[in-house]
């Protein structure tokens, strides 16, 4: 039963163009979103985050939106660059909860010079 | 180095051992989270713990896990006698009072031969 879904498992860009990753969740009770950004043998970065009472929020080249009504969420990049080469974990937490992010399963994103 | 350190990085263990997995959080974190992630999985949350309190341990497995985060020292997630499934990638996270501003360290790989 997975709460979160990313149901991309792989996403190949051309550097400079746009990067779109989504994510679907199933649980009302979240009201706070995070993207984390994972390179290999490593630790997840955390990227952005929104809370429920937002549908945009932008930080640099990082944009997340989120649209409530279809309980869908998706990061853009602008413009992709090959360091952003990486999976990219979408993660949600519920109202009330106390740290348990529940994440998706990753969408790697190839960015091709 | 101030981020959240794990060591060992990498740990081979034969069936029926303990594993020992530790976690010093970022400086003047008190909250620590551990999450396991299997091959092609995202993060999965087991535990949430304060200084010498489990607050939260609604992921762990029932038995053979158990972890720790004593006054003084690092946090501690112990595996007694490990079993093949237990091979994955443990996470550790640290947050000051904003939970969902997780920091992860760069995990312990744990191999069960």
């Known amino acids: 039963d997975q709460q979160v879904k990313q149901n991309s498992p792989s996403l190949s860009v051309q550097e400079g163009r746009i990067s779109i990753l989504n994510c679907d969740y199933t649980?009302?009770?979240?009201?706070?979103f995070l993207w984390y950004k994972k390179y290999p043998a490593e630790g997840p970065t955390f990227l952005i985050s929104?809370?429920?009472?937002?549908d945009k929020n932008e930080d640099g080249r990082f944009t997340v939106f989120l649209n409530k009504s279809a309980k869908h969420l998706s990061l853009h990049i602008v413009p992709s660059q090959p360091g952003d080469s990486a999976v990219y974990f979408c993660a949600a937490m519920m109202g009330g909860s106390q740290g348990n992010l529940i994440f998706g399963k990753g969408t790697k994103l190839s960015v091709k010079p | 180095n101030a981020g959240v350190m794990q060591n060992p990085r990498h740990l081979v263990r034969r069936r029926g051992q303990e594993a020992r997995l530790r976690c010093s959080p970022m400086?003047?974190?008190?909250?620590v989270y551990w999450y396991r992630q299997l091959p092609e999985e995202g993060l999965k949350f087991m535990v949430y713990?304060?200084?010498?309190?489990?607050?939260?341990e609604s992921g762990m497995p029932k038995e053979r896990f158990s972890a720790e985060f004593p006054k003084e020292g690092p946090s501690i997630l112990r595996i007694q006698q490990v079993v093949r499934g237990d091979s994955a990638a443990y996470f550790c996270?640290?947050?000051?009072?904003?939970?969902?501003?997780?920091?992860f360290g760069p995990g312990t790989r744990l191999t069960v031969t």
């Open positions: 996270a640290s947050s000051g009072q904003a939970f969902y501003e997780q920091y």
């Open positions: 713990l304060q200084k010498e309190n489990i607050i939260d």
């Open positions: 929104i809370s429920s009472i937002k």
């Open positions: 400086k003047g974190h008190s909250h």
């Open positions: 649980n009302s009770m979240f009201d706070y």
